[in-house]
């Protein structure tokens, strides 16, 4: 079946660091790619996506590029803030039905 | 305009008994999806509703478990007779229709004593 696997973490990083957070998926079809945040306590929010190869999705100082060649969808951020700490999510979603497949996650620390 | 809401935000259960989650999508949202996230673990699929009709259960486990979305009101996440292995974050998201954007709400954390 479908899954998504992304590095795990924790990651920690210093303010204006960049970060790189990998992901890879395996699916059938040609699903639609995610990443999801969620910051402590709280619900997930959809920080990018990307529908068909060589999209790029971007978001806040956030990219991702869709690579059907390497089935991946890493995220990147030339200088991550304090405020970024949180966990992030890989998704994928297949046009035949609706539900999302999830990454286990990233938890990602920025220290100051 | 509101974003999804769920409550209760958090809720304790004794084991054997039941908990009932419930899910308001955001306006105009005929779609409903119900996730579980067990302790860092990714969300996984349960149940994908329309209004007054279950698309998918695949997700769900057989027993004590059941989803409703009812023509008017939230839906509806009900686990009876729950065990501490029920303790998780159960997310709600809602989309205007299939293959667009599901928007999640913030979970209820549910703790099985």
């Known amino acids: 079946g479908d899954s998504v696997t992304q590095m795990e973490g924790p990651v920690t990083l210093s303010e204006e660091a960049f970060l790189t957070i990998n992901c890879t998926y395996t699916?059938?079809?040609?699903?639609?790619l995610f990443w999801y945040v969620q910051y402590p306590g709280e619900g997930l929010q959809l920080l990018l996506k990307?529908?068909?190869?060589?999209d790029k999705g971007s978001n806040k100082g956030f990219e991702a590029t869709y690579r059907k060649e390497t089935t991946s969808f890493h995220l990147e951020k030339g200088s991550v803030q304090v405020s970024d700490s949180a966990v992030y999510f890989c998704?994928?979603?297949?046009?035949?039905?609706?539900?999302?497949?999830f990454g286990k996650g990233t938890r990602l620390h920025i220290l100051p | 305009n509101a974003g999804v809401m769920q409550n209760p935000r958090h809720l304790v259960r004794r084991r054997g008994q039941e908990a009932r989650l419930r899910c308001s999508p955001m306006?105009?949202?005929?779609?409903v999806y119900w996730y579980r996230q067990l302790p860092e673990e990714g969300l996984k699929f349960m149940v994908y509703?329309?209004?007054?009709?279950?698309?998918?259960e695949s997700g769900m486990p057989k027993e004590r478990f059941s989803a409703e979305f009812p023509k008017e009101g939230p839906s509806i996440l009900r686990i009876q007779q729950v065990v501490r292995g029920d303790s998780a974050a159960y997310f709600c998201?809602?989309?205007?229709?299939?293959?667009?954007?599901?928007?999640f709400g913030p979970g209820t954390r549910l703790l099985v004593l």
């Open positions: 699916a059938t079809g040609y699903p639609s």
């Open positions: 509703l329309q209004k007054e009709n279950i698309i998918d």
């Open positions: 998704a994928l979603s297949e046009s035949r039905d609706d539900k999302i497949i």
């Open positions: 998201a809602s989309s205007p229709g299939q293959e667009e954007t599901q928007y």
């Open positions: 306006k105009g949202h005929s779609h």
């Open positions: 990307a529908t068909k190869a060589d």
